[in-house]
């Protein structure tokens, strides 16, 4: 059985509440270099009560005693006369603007969700509320990219027999308020509060199904996990239709990829679609979100070593991001009609895993040589572009295709550990997408797109191609998302971009819910604006 999981809220903190709040809480304060004031922290969470002298001293010292460029933390105690209490105050300084590159975000999500896990914030909430308290002249405009930055610090799944003193009375929550660089709270009013509501939910539920086990969430537990979302929104007033095709049925409409990886395993493989349409029947644009949600590789029988397969649970990844971009995308009302279509398997062995040198015919139409039983989620994947490409429900064709997966370990070599890689038709998407990384704190950067050049690695003499490239040295990134784009239907005339987050997905052995808040700013969701020079 689970462990009770620490709660995350956002809300601005009244003066009336606030002594009844501090009686016996940690207070973490963040913010960045240059950016930061003992007056200002002093303005964010002082009760007329307390002495303002001793409390700056006291901050002021703690400021002057983080050195270097990087993030970097206090900790100091403090007495407050009026109340007879101790509070333990933390500062979290982050790295000055001038000091970021042009491919970060300018609040350093990253560097944050470092330091709340260096101070082992879900710990220290077990024994009793803590207060994170946000401070920048930007922080509405930040509001989201903390937002994900704090709750990928405060993981829900936990199987640990003991966690802190079990003490069923501790609070186990953590309440985030946001203040402008003079510690004036922003405006109840404020978008900010909804979207890091919705934003940090998604990112948490995203990170949970990514940090279960294989043997708590399988292909038939994910699909009613997915059943269980719909139902909740729908109920919450929003018009969410939810639909499954599994086992042989697979089979029978065609999708040879999705039936052809997870027909070995024991809970049969499922296509799970989710049809979000705003109020009043009218939208902005029409996006398909397709995921891949490989709830274990194996590596089927190109069988992974002992140390490659272990953490091969968070290879659903992309579609715990998407169902959580989606969720939350239709908590804050977006007014684009949103397709969800996630191919949820388990890539296992047995006899009737398919094999290498087996000719799998796809939704396409076109048919796949197998070299490498290990590249499957190009296989789901090409199976979820071309049905959302050919005619959805009704024969509509969306007006943007995304699929997100956790595709290829040569995707943090190319794009690194932070960033996303990205395969687009064309520039404007391309941008777009960068755009909304570097908005929300999900970063992207654009791998190279050259099918003309590329897709011959898949050159096969029995098929219309292989599944897996000649030459590994060769873009293998971008061969990849150039093998979905292959199954996309040659009559649409909509756009794509295709999202590799292998590295991204996780961090020190846990899930971080990667994709929530990409798919918010794909969507123009309220996150904020953050010019690219």
Same mark, same amino acid.
């Given at each position: 059985?689970?462990?009770? =999981?620490?709660?995350?809220?956002?809300?601005?903190?009244?003066?009336?509440?606030?002594? @009844?709040?501090?009686?016996?809480?940690?207070?973490?304060?963040?913010?960045?270099?240059?950016?930061?004031?003992?007056?200002?922290?002093?303005?964010?969470?002082?009760?007329?009560?307390?002495?303002?002298?001793?409390?700056?001293?006291?901050?002021?010292?703690?400021?002057?005693?983080?050195?270097?460029?990087?993030?970097?933390?206090?900790? !100091?105690?403090?007495?407050?006369?009026?109340?007879?209490?101790?509070?333990?105050? #933390?500062?979290?300084?982050?790295?000055?603007?001038?000091?970021?590159?042009?491919?970060?975000?300018?609040?350093?999500?990253? @560097?944050? &969700?470092?330091?709340?896990?260096?101070?082992?914030?879900?710990?220290?909430?077990?024994?009793?509320? *803590?207060?994170?308290?946000?401070?920048?002249?930007?922080?509405?405009?930040?509001?989201?990219?903390?937002?994900?930055?704090?709750?990928? +610090?405060?993981?829900?799944?936990?199987?640990?027999?003991?966690?802190?003193?079990?003490?069923?009375? +501790?609070?186990?929550?953590?309440?985030?308020?946001?203040?402008?660089?003079?510690?004036?709270?922003?405006?109840e009013d404020s978008p900010a509060w909804?979207?890091?509501?919705?934003?940090?939910?998604? $990112?948490?539920?995203? =990170?949970?199904?990514?940090?279960? %086990?294989?043997?708590?969430?399988?292909?038939?537990?994910?699909?009613?996990?997915?059943?269980?979302?719909?139902?909740?929104?729908?109920?919450?007033?929003?018009?969410? $239709?939810?639909?499954?095709?599994?086992?042989?049925?697979?089979?029978?409409?065609?999708?040879?990829?999705?039936?052809?990886?997870?027909?070995?395993?024991?809970?049969?493989?499922?296509?799970?679609?989710? &049809?979000? &349409?705003?109020?009043?029947?009218?939208?902005?644009?029409?996006?398909?979100?397709?995921?891949?949600?490989?709830?274990?590789?194996?590596?089927?029988?190109?069988?992974?070593?002992?140390?490659?397969?272990?953490?091969?649970?968070?290879?659903?990844?992309?579609?715990?991001?998407?169902?959580?971009?989606?969720?939350?995308?239709?908590?804050?009302?977006?007014?684009?009609?949103? #397709?969800?279509?996630?191919?949820?398997?388990?890539?296992?062995?047995? %006899?009737?895993?398919? /094999?290498?040198?087996?000719?799998? #015919?796809?939704?396409?139409?076109?048919? *796949?040589?197998?070299?490498?039983?290990?590249?499957?989620?190009?296989?789901?994947?090409?199976?979820?572009?071309?049905?959302?490409?050919?005619?959805?429900?009704?024969?509509?064709?969306?007006?943007?295709?995304?699929?997100? @997966?956790?595709?290829?370990?040569?995707?943090?070599?190319?794009?690194?550990?932070?960033?996303?890689?990205?395969?687009?038709?064309?520039?404007?998407?391309?941008? /777009?997408?960068?755009?909304?990384?570097?908005?929300?704190?999900?970063?992207?950067? %654009?791998?190279?797109?050259?099918?003309?050049?590329?897709?011959?690695?898949?050159?096969?003499?029995?098929?219309?191609?292989?599944?897996?490239?000649?030459?590994?040295?060769n873009a293998q990134a971008s061969c990849?998302?150039?093998?979905?784009?292959?199954?996309?239907?040659?009559?649409?005339?909509?756009?794509?971009?295709h999202v590799d987050m292998a590295y %991204?997905?996780?961090?020190?052995?846990?899930? &971080?819910?990667?994709?929530?808040?990409?798919?918010?700013?794909?969507?123009?969701?309220?996150?904020?604006?953050? $010019?690219? !020079?």
């Amino acid at each position: 059985e689970q462990n009770e =999981a620490t709660v995350l809220t956002f809300s601005p903190i009244k003066d009336s509440t606030r002594s @009844a709040s501090y009686s016996g809480s940690d207070v973490i304060i963040i913010g960045r270099r240059g950016s930061l004031s003992s007056g200002a922290i002093a303005a964010s969470m002082a009760p007329a009560s307390m002495d303002y002298s001793s409390f700056n001293s006291v901050v002021d010292a703690m400021l002057g005693s983080i050195k270097g460029s990087g993030w970097g933390k206090a900790t !100091s105690f403090y007495r407050k006369e009026a109340m007879g209490v101790i509070i333990k105050i #933390t500062i979290i300084l982050l790295p000055s603007e001038d000091k970021i590159s042009r491919n970060n975000h300018p609040f350093s999500p990253h @560097a944050l &969700t470092d330091a709340l896990f260096d101070v082992d914030l879900d710990s220290a909430a077990l024994e009793h509320i *803590v207060e994170v308290r946000v401070l920048d002249r930007k922080v509405e405009e930040f509001a989201c990219c903390a937002s994900v930055a704090i709750a990928r +610090a405060l993981p829900l799944y936990h199987s640990k027999s003991k966690r802190g003193n079990n003490d069923d009375s +501790a609070a186990k929550m953590v309440n985030v308020s946001f203040y402008d660089e003079e510690g004036c709270a922003i405006s109840e009013d404020s978008p900010a509060w909804e979207t890091a509501r919705a934003v940090a939910d998604g $990112v948490r539920l995203a =990170a949970r199904l990514g940090d279960m %086990p294989p043997a708590e969430l399988n292909p038939t537990s994910y699909a009613m996990e997915c059943k269980s979302i719909a139902d909740t929104l729908s109920e919450g007033g929003a018009n969410v $239709v939810c639909s499954k095709t599994d086992g042989m049925a697979l089979k029978e409409l065609g999708y040879g990829g999705i039936f052809g990886v997870g027909m070995a395993a024991t809970c049969p493989p499922v296509m799970v679609v989710m &049809t979000y &349409t705003p109020e009043g029947g009218q939208w902005t644009e029409h996006v398909a979100l397709c995921g891949k949600g490989v709830i274990y590789d194996t590596g089927g029988l190109s069988l992974k070593p002992k140390v490659g397969m272990c953490g091969m649970k968070h290879d659903m990844g992309g579609s715990a991001g998407l169902l959580g971009g989606f969720q939350a995308a239709v908590q804050l009302k977006v007014p684009c009609k949103i #397709t969800l279509i996630l191919a949820i398997v388990e890539n296992a062995i047995g %006899p009737l895993a398919v /094999r290498n040198d087996d000719v799998l #015919t796809m939704k396409s139409g076109k048919t *796949v040589e197998i070299n490498n039983t290990d590249a499957e989620g190009r296989l789901v994947l090409a199976d979820c572009v071309s049905y959302a490409s050919n005619g959805l429900e009704g024969g509509e064709r969306p007006d943007v295709i995304l699929d997100m @997966a956790t595709l290829t370990g040569a995707q943090g070599v190319t794009t690194g550990k932070r960033h996303a890689g990205i395969l687009s038709r064309t520039k404007r998407l391309e941008e /777009r997408v960068m755009g909304a990384g570097m908005r929300t704190g999900d970063l992207v950067f %654009p791998m190279l797109y050259a099918p003309e050049l590329l897709k011959l690695e898949f050159s096969s003499k029995i098929a219309d191609m292989k599944n897996s490239v000649k030459d590994r040295s060769n873009a293998q990134a971008s061969c990849a998302g150039h093998f979905i784009e292959s199954h996309i239907d040659e009559a649409y005339e909509g756009d794509w971009v295709h999202v590799d987050m292998a590295y %991204p997905s996780h961090q020190n052995e846990r899930a &971080t819910g990667y994709g929530v808040a990409l798919v918010l700013g794909l969507l123009n969701a309220s996150v904020g604006e953050v $010019v690219i !020079s």
